[in-house]
């Protein structure tokens, strides 16, 4: 039977939007405080950290003063007395406050070499008097080293001075601007572009060995009777939520030279001296599929429980053999399951951090490490800002490919 | 009479058996690592390794030296406080705006629902470093850094995806009619909501609890990066166990945090049953 088609009169269709808008205010102001706390403790501190990637108030800050006075300055020739004597008498200020080593670290970013020359003409500016630094600091600066005698230098402190720049992301892409100004490969250190190459390539490495392996068992489990499979379920389970760090912890006994791998090894024959498995790249891969394999089988897992098995079995019993009937009815309905997997680890393995910052040693760092490493030991936050901003892109793009394809709420916990 | 059908040939019988132990072999690949950190961790000796002792059972080889170890060791005692006190008030924050989330978020009304879905849970996607030091940037202005309150917000952070995917899970397939019907009886929306929505979601609610504590427990590149050295955490002690010198507590630790493991996947394995108990209507 046909519905009655309903027709509401103009009054009715004016309350009935307002009571459709009262709905959906109602579902979003559910949503609100999370929305509100996520903007408050995650996107503010993300965004922060993309905005220090362009700003770089160090040297703007140290010495405020030069680098008002270099506005002026068309960078043609060495700047007149004007900058390089309030120069002097700004560093001999630093180094009095013990702040120029920071101008040193930062100029030295800009153009290495300059740390130590920053630092011992701040020494000898230092013995000098206030007086002497205004009637000839210039002259004080040039007699203690000579590259202030070069306009290319100043170019670099004016560089330095910028308080925006992209200079972040051009060393994050081991680029650099050369003297006319145009963009070139940086000559002198290539690290970033291979360490993300490498990255890449061990996420993709990580991917497939976790497909390799989690398939089969996926596979096996899905069509195992429901007892069986639901006992042997929980022996992926419990990895999963073991600590990483203990996993972690684990694979160090396993693999190190009088591990547990080294020592049966030898003790079965087949190998006299002790493998170097720890502290290599091979660790970092190992050590990360087996954490990150439980991302690809849970997705796997479930979609396969939804396969039909009499599509399969129409295929056999029409004459099919099982590996043909395999690959043309059972992969591609799998698939779904497949890419949500795949896609799930190597997103998750692209920005990982603490494997291989504890099994990797220098050859198994990724990206992630790098980072820490600008955070905590270099101190160049913007370096480690801008090379964070380039992970985050790399991630949204997979995020967003996952939604697309798979949909963001349906990621898998067991 | 043959296991298989007659049209089987060697090569799918090979396959069938292939099959099986490669999936064998991979739960043996999972479950490797937990259960070689167990027997190691009553070593008498300060190895990594198993001793010839160990070997052969004798019971001298072994001892509870590095369980006593950690107890007595203050470091690990105050981390196994924080980890706790903040892991608490993270899950506890975190279940408490995720859920009301979720339920906004499963209405059917909801605006922008994908969008707002997939941002909400993208802190399971961002790598970790990303967020340290965004947080470790942003709450310095805050003072959040080097406190406890800056641990629970970060970690509550990293928990909330989870709320939000067990509490839609569990009101997917939820009647809205019957919350309709106790409006229509007289109740009002919050009793009706109390009285209808929150049973039915309750298993939901607690394993979202459950793995938001987890996440916190086990976090170690937040704290890495905003605690201060009063609020070290097992992790973090762990941590900077395996990168120092390495000593047996931490397997002890590990041992102690597999046991935690056990007690959580049984808890939830228990949700889980009780949640289909609820949905088929018994």
């Not at chain 1, 069986?228 to 022996?235: C, D, S």
């Not at chain 2, 970690?155 to 509490?167: D, E, N, S």
């Amino acid at each position: 039977m046909a519905q009655k088609p309903i027709i509401l009169s103009a009054e009715e269709t004016v309350s009935a939007r307002r009571e459709l808008f009262r709905r959906k205010f109602m579902a979003f102001a559910f949503v609100s405080p999370l929305l509100l706390f996520l903007l408050f403790a995650f996107v503010a501190p993300i965004s922060t950290m993309l905005y220090r990637s362009f700003y770089n108030p160090t040297v703007a800050v140290l010495i405020p003063q030069t680098i008002a006075a270099m506005k002026t300055w068309e960078g043609k020739s060495v700047p007149g007395t004007d900058v390089t004597a309030v120069f002097a008498a700004e560093l001999k200020q630093l180094a009095k406050k013990r702040l120029s080593g920071q101008l040193a670290e930062a100029l030295n970013r800009v153009r290495p070499g300059l740390s130590s020359i920053v630092k011992s003409t701040a020494r000898k500016m230092r013995r000098a008097e206030d007086a002497d630094l205004k009637e000839k600091g210039t002259e004080l600066l040039m007699e203690a080293n000579g590259v202030w005698a070069e306009k290319s230098t100043w170019r670099a402190v004016a560089r330095a001075g910028k308080v925006y720049t992209v200079d972040n992301f051009l060393t994050a892409l081991d680029l650099e601007t050369n003297e006319s100004g145009s963009i070139q490969r940086r000559e002198a250190t290539q690290i970033y572009v291979a360490l993300y190459t490498k990255t890449l390539r061990i996420a993709l490495i990580i991917t497939v060995l976790s497909l390799l392996l989690g398939y089969p068992l996926a596979y096996y489990l899905a069509n195992a009777p429901s007892k069986l499979a639901n006992a042997l379920m929980l022996m992926v389970l419990l990895p999963f939520w073991t600590s990483l760090l203990v996993r972690t912890t684990s694979w160090i006994a396993l693999l190190q030279t009088n591990g547990v791998v080294n020592s049966t090894l030898i003790w079965s024959g087949l190998i006299d001296t002790p493998l170097e498995l720890l502290y290599t790249q091979f660790s970092t891969v190992i050590a990360m599929t087996h954490i990150l394999l439980p991302f690809m089988i849970l997705p796997l897992y479930s979609v396969m429980k939804g396969i039909d098995p009499s599509y399969m079995r129409a295929a056999l019993s029409m004459g099919s053999k099982p590996v043909p009937a395999f690959i043309r009815i059972y992969l591609p309905m799998s698939l779904p399951g497949l890419s949500a997997g795949a896609l799930l680890v190597f997103i998750i393995s692209v920005g990982y951090y603490i494997t291989p910052a504890l099994v990797g040693g220098t050859d198994g760092q990724m990206i992630s490490n790098i980072i820490a490493f600008h955070m905590q030991q270099s101190n160049n936050w913007e370096l480690a800002a801008a090379l964070g901003t380039l992970l985050l892109i790399l991630i949204v793009a997979l995020y967003w490919t996952y939604d697309r394809l798979v949909g963001a709420g349906n990621i898998k916990l067991g | 009479m043959s296991k298989f059908p007659h049209y089987f040939s060697i090569w799918d019988k090979a396959s069938h058996y292939g099959l099986k132990w490669t999936a064998w072999a991979v739960l043996f690949f999972l479950m490797l690592p937990i259960l070689v950190i167990i027997p190691l961790s009553f070593n008498v000796e300060p190895y990594f390794t198993f001793t010839d002792g160990m070997l052969r059972l004798d019971p001298d080889a072994y001892s509870l030296r590095w369980y006593k170890e950690i107890f007595s060791d203050d470091k690990w005692v105050l981390a196994i406080q924080n980890s706790f006190f903040i892991g608490i008030f993270a899950a506890l924050l975190a279940t408490v705006i995720g859920t009301v989330a979720a339920v906004g978020l499963s209405r059917p009304e909801m605006p922008f629902k994908r969008l707002i879905t997939a941002l909400l849970l993208s802190p399971m996607i961002v790598p970790l470093i990303i967020i340290a030091a965004g947080m470790f940037f942003f709450y310095t202005r805050f003072n959040l850094v080097g406190s406890y309150l800056g641990l629970i917000i970060a970690h509550a952070t990293l928990g909330t995806p989870f709320v939000i995917i067990t509490v839609t899970a569990a009101l997917t397939g939820f009647d809205r009619s019957l919350y309709n019907a106790a409006l229509s009886a007289g109740a009002a929306p919050l009793k009706a909501f109390w009285d209808i929505v929150v049973p039915l979601i309750r298993p939901g609610v607690i394993s979202g609890g459950l793995f938001a504590f987890v996440t916190s427990f086990d976090e170690v590149v937040l704290v890495l990066f905003l605690a201060g050295p009063g609020q070290r955490t097992i992790p973090k002690q762990m941590f900077s166990g395996l990168r120092e010198q390495i000593n047996p507590t931490i397997l002890a630790v590990a041992t102690l945090l597999i046991v935690v493991s056990v007690a959580f996947l049984m808890t939830l394995e228990f949700l889980r049953r009780r949640a289909e108990r609820i949905r088929s209507g018994q």
